[in-house]
């Protein structure tokens, strides 16, 4: 009896569901018409995993399986489904208002979870691994420098409210010769004194500590960046934690960014209708990643202080009347577009390794190639060392290199 079930059941179609936790998941799967057909708690092990997928497959042919936080606490899921064939897709949490209708809970998730696979309003593909070290880098170096800051301004707050002896002689410092002094310091004097900068030492010590714990961190982050997408950390005002920031943005899979409105929706710089009878406007999306949003800004900014063709295209805006917050938005949607096709192409990186060996061949000093350009001799340096990208500058440079 239990082996004609069985048969039965192989032969339909099925969607899964599932609702991960850090230590559980829980696993849902309905018929190709939607019907509940069983749901099981499973724990976050190679073994967990095992069980769920013979889960699934005993009730039939699985079609897809929608996973909610396929990033998180369901990678490992998701790795194991992948691994086995299964097609898996991802799935946004519930709107609030549908949460207050059903209600929460780990089968109701679940099965929500299935239902947007099987209605295909969950389609976008997981992320999967080839930014997991890039993301693991990015997000310990924003942590790095979270805690320094925090560092920092509790060393501040300690040095205005420290007895006027100390501030007399440590209050006229300014940056790393503060933080280096106070860091190298013997604390002496009464028990009041001796504590303050006991106090102070210490946090000067956190603070040179956690800079260089963040310096060794982004110097790794742009090694791995440059490696994964040499195009885009190439890209003029991206640096590494920006292209850090847009490739874990992007998931590390193009498919999940179809076109080039869509990944400037995902970064929230897509102009949102906001029309109404006679009024036909758009206004600014406040959805979207907020830190790719902040990365477009940055990257905005860059430009507008130091390149050419930006500093131009803002003078015409500005002569049209427009806003600089205008000016920065439209900014950011030709920024989004230029980065959708370094996330989604292959961008050849013109080769400057020449540059460095070529001028000193020459015998030319830093300061005479910079003369002749016009420039400061540290712009020239970063652009031979790759710093900074430059094409029209590179090719002026390696010409006039050549008849010199």
């Known amino acids: 009896m239990t082996s004609e079930v069985v048969d039965d059941t192989a032969d339909q179609d099925v969607f899964g569901g599932v609702d991960s936790h850090a230590d559980t998941i829980h696993v849902a799967v309905i018929s190709d018409n939607g019907g509940h057909l069983a749901d099981a708690e499973f724990r976050t092990t190679a073994a967990g995993y095992a069980a769920a997928l013979a889960f699934l497959n005993a009730h039939g042919q699985v079609i897809a399986i929608g996973v909610e936080g396929t990033s998180p606490y369901g990678a490992g899921f998701t790795r194991a489904a992948r691994s086995a064939g299964l097609d898996?897709?991802?799935?946004?949490?519930?709107?609030?208002?549908?949460?207050?209708?059903?209600?929460?809970?780990?089968?109701?998730?679940?099965?929500?979870?299935?239902?947007?696979?099987?209605?295909?309003?969950?389609?976008?593909?997981?992320?999967?691994?080839?930014?997991?070290?890039?993301?693991?880098?990015?997000?310990?170096?924003?942590?790095?420098?979270?805690?320094?800051?925090?560092?920092?301004?509790?060393?501040?707050?300690?040095?205005?409210?420290?007895?006027?002896?100390?501030?007399?002689?440590?209050?006229?410092?300014?940056?790393?010769?503060?933080?280096?002094?106070?860091?190298?310091?013997?604390?002496?004097?009464?028990?009041?004194?001796?504590?303050?900068?006991?106090?102070?030492?210490?946090?000067?010590?956190?603070?040179?500590?956690?800079?260089?714990?963040?310096?060794?961190?982004?110097?790794?982050?742009?090694s791995e960046v440059t490696a994964h997408n040499p195009g885009l950390r190439a890209a003029y005002g991206v640096g590494p934690d920006t292209a850090a920031q847009l490739l874990v943005t992007a998931g590390g899979n193009p498919d999940r960014m179809r076109t080039e409105a869509s990944f400037a929706a995902l970064c929230g710089a897509a102009p949102v209708p906001a029309s109404s009878g006679r009024t036909n406007r758009h206004r600014l999306s406040r959805g979207g990643d907020r830190a790719a949003n902040a990365a477009l800004y940055r990257i905005a900014l860059v430009r507008m202080s130091s390149d050419s063709r930006t500093r131009e295209y803002v003078a015409r805006q500005t002569a049209a009347g427009r806003t600089k917050k205008e000016i920065i938005r439209l900014l950011k949607r030709a920024i989004a577009r230029e980065m959708f096709r370094c996330l989604t192409t292959t961008v050849a990186v013109p080769g400057i390794a020449d540059l460095r060996p070529l001028r000193q061949s020459k015998n030319i000093t830093l300061t005479a190639a910079a003369r002749h350009f016009g420039l400061w001799p540290a712009t020239i340096s970063t652009l031979e060392r790759g710093i900074r990208r430059d094409d029209d500058l590179a090719h002026a440079y390696r010409d006039w290199l050549h008849a010199a």
């Open 88 to 222: 898996v897709v991802e799935v946004n949490r519930p709107d609030r208002a549908e949460r207050r209708r059903i209600g929460k809970s780990d089968p109701i998730d679940a099965y929500a979870a299935a239902r947007a696979a099987l209605s295909g309003r969950a389609s976008s593909a997981p992320k999967d691994d080839t930014v997991t070290g890039i993301r693991a880098l990015h997000n310990t170096a924003r942590s790095a420098v979270k805690a320094r800051t925090a560092a920092l301004n509790q060393f501040t707050h300690l040095l205005f409210t420290a007895p006027e002896t100390i501030r007399a002689k440590y209050g006229q410092l300014k940056g790393a010769d503060r933080t280096d002094t106070l860091a190298r310091l013997r604390p002496s004097g009464d028990a009041f004194h001796t504590a303050v900068l006991t106090a102070l030492k210490s946090l000067a010590r956190r603070v040179k500590e956690l800079t260089a714990e963040h310096e060794e961190l982004t110097k790794t982050l742009d």
